[in-house]
């Protein structure tokens, strides 16, 4: 692979880069779906990825990160989530055409079309259960799960690193305090997602495919599971090194990487840097700033949001509905949200209130 | 005929070998359940016993760090680390006993002696050599641990004695040896 693809590929590991990367793609190609889910265009992006993954694997350090056997299972998460993604956008374009032109969409012209639940999905069902436990035994044997050093209180291996689908979680725990990204906000994922069919009662979109219909709903869940979960993912495996500091995929994970990242917390910016004053003693006038920060965006920001953008969602779901939904709303956008200042201004808490532990 | 009767009596008992009365059945009930709570309660106990085992095979909590000329200053010293989780830094005025457990979620981090900073692998807080937090998500600087000279000039690191700096503990007695040489 030529070394000016690999320093552009490394240039955008930068984090800043590389997270409004993800989130442009993700909306651009919900907006220029209409060209971008052609079969044909489809096929050269995923052929252009699997390329450059192969081509990729040609550098030592790319290699030693994307062939160790724990993250192998990341490449064929990768191809099916793009599959499966742009299946449904695909579906979902062809049946808006469908139905402004008041015919019966894709899944209703095969909802007449009936089989027998023996023996033909049966049989699909064994012919798969066979196909992936053939995968899983083949895999199994011929990728050895690493065995590592015994455990040892005072070593931690550098990196440390979570199984890979935890990445999302433990990057969480980078920009938030232990309390809040590994108890409250997994629990609000958990509890938030069980909460969507009593937020979210609009019939449309069910048994069928469709985005005109339900653009809110649909980029909300994939700027969460896309962007929040898979991208977190990859930027956990391919971009964190030792030291959990930031590495481009290409680039030599060298132990002795200088970052100086002195965190700044707002009180600080505020009175310190704002102000020129030093930070008051007493922690409630102290953390003010953080504090009337915090309450307008949990408190006025909805009520904003309600008078303008999701004026009509406020009409039809009504207070309580609302409330809920804006609340769960507001909790998914801080995350985004904090490690964009964190790597920005090198922002550490919005609270900063040491004397109880409420750190946020 | 009645010796019959009788026989035929005795023949039909198996078949309803326990008739209690509804007194009867819930005392055997009652039995029961005192019996099954008398074993889980046991197992309970077993279990608990369990956490406090006869003989603890973890390092003293108080122990001698050698002579203060044995160090050089302004250098962490990692000797005790992987025994006793200590680290003991040098500094002009005197010695001071460093905790190696991360106050974010409890990894150990590393001592980069060109950065001069500890820097830990799981989620990249980062601390000065006073062991206060200056970068990553650690909410607070790491602890100190009880530091004295001992009656034989031995430096004694006590980790029951705990110091923490956002409790403004640094400043107590027993937190810093004082030692100019």
């Known amino acids: ?360 | 005929m009645a010796k019959a009767e009788e026989q035929a009596r005795e023949n039909e008992e198996p078949l309803h070998p326990y008739k209690p009365s509804r007194r009867g059945f819930f005392s055997v009930l009652g039995l029961g359940w005192v019996a099954f709570t008398g074993a889980s309660a046991g197992l309970l106990a077993g279990m608990v016993r369990f956490l406090f085992p006869n003989v603890l095979y973890e390092p003293v909590q108080t122990f001698r760090a050698g002579y203060p000329s044995e160090y050089a200053v302004d250098v962490v010293d990692e000797r005790f680390k992987a025994k006793y989780g200590v680290w003991i830094v040098r500094i002009k005025d005197g010695f001071y006993a460093l905790s190696t457990v991360c106050t974010h979620l409890g990894c150990t981090p590393n001592w980069l002696a060109a950065d001069r900073k500890f820097k830990c692998p799981c989620h990249g807080s980062g601390f000065v050599m006073s062991g206060v937090n200056v970068e990553g998500p650690a909410p607070r600087p790491l602890e100190r641990f009880g530091i004295e000279l001992g009656p034989d000039g031995q430096i004694v690191i006590d980790k029951t004695r705990v110091f923490r700096q956002e409790k403004g503990q640094w400043g107590l007695p027993g937190s810093f040896l004082e030692y100019t040489a």
């Open chain 1, 1 to 360: 692979m030529p070394e000016s693809i690999k320093s552009i590929a490394n240039a955008l590991g930068d984090p800043r880069l590389y997270f409004l990367l993800t989130v442009g793609l993700l909306f651009s190609y919900y907006g220029f779906r209409k060209t971008l889910t052609k079969p044909a265009v489809f096929a050269g992006f995923m052929a252009g990825g699997v390329l450059f993954f192969f081509a990729g694997l040609s550098d030592h350090n790319f290699a030693l990160i994307a062939l160790k056997p724990d993250n192998v299972p990341i490449a064929f998460m990768l191809v099916l989530v793009a599959f499966f993604t742009w299946l449904s956008l695909r579906r979902a374009v062809i049946n808006d055409e469908l139905r402004k032109r008041g015919e019966p969409n894709l899944e209703e012209q095969v909802a007449r079309q009936k089989v027998f639940t023996w023996p033909d999905l049966v049989f699909s069902e064994l012919i798969c259960l066979l196909v992936v436990g053939v995968i899983l035994v083949v895999w199994s044997i011929y990728l050895k799960a690493p065995l590592e050093e015994p455990a040892a209180p005072a070593v931690s291996p550098n990196p440390a690193k979570a199984p890979w689908y935890f990445l999302g979680l433990q990057e969480m725990l980078v920009y938030f305090d232990p309390w809040l990204a590994g108890v409250v906000f997994p629990s609000l994922i958990i509890v938030g997602l069980q909460a969507i069919p009593y937020i979210d009662r609009n019939p449309k979109g069910n048994g069928y495919y469709t985005f005109e219909e339900r653009p809110f709903a649909i980029l909300t869940f994939q700027f969460g599971f896309i962007v929040l979960w898979v991208s977190l993912v990859i930027l956990g495996t391919f971009l964190r090194g030792p030291n959990w500091a930031f590495f481009g995929p290409f680039e030599y994970w060298n132990p002795g990487k200088l970052e100086p990242l002195i965190n700044v917390d707002l009180s600080e910016l505020f009175w310190v840097y704002g102000l020129r004053q030093p930070l008051p003693d007493f922690w409630l006038i102290r953390e003010l700033p953080g504090i009337l920060l915090l309450l307008a965006y949990f408190g006025i920001l909805p009520i904003v949001l309600a008078k303008t953008v999701f004026r009509r969602m406020y009409i039809e779901i009504g207070f309580a509905r609302y409330q809920v939904m804006s609340q769960l709303f507001l909790f998914m956008a801080l995350l985004p949200i904090k490690m964009l200042l964190r790597w920005a201004f090198n922002l550490k808490y919005l609270v900063h209130i040491n004397e109880f532990f409420l750190n946020i």
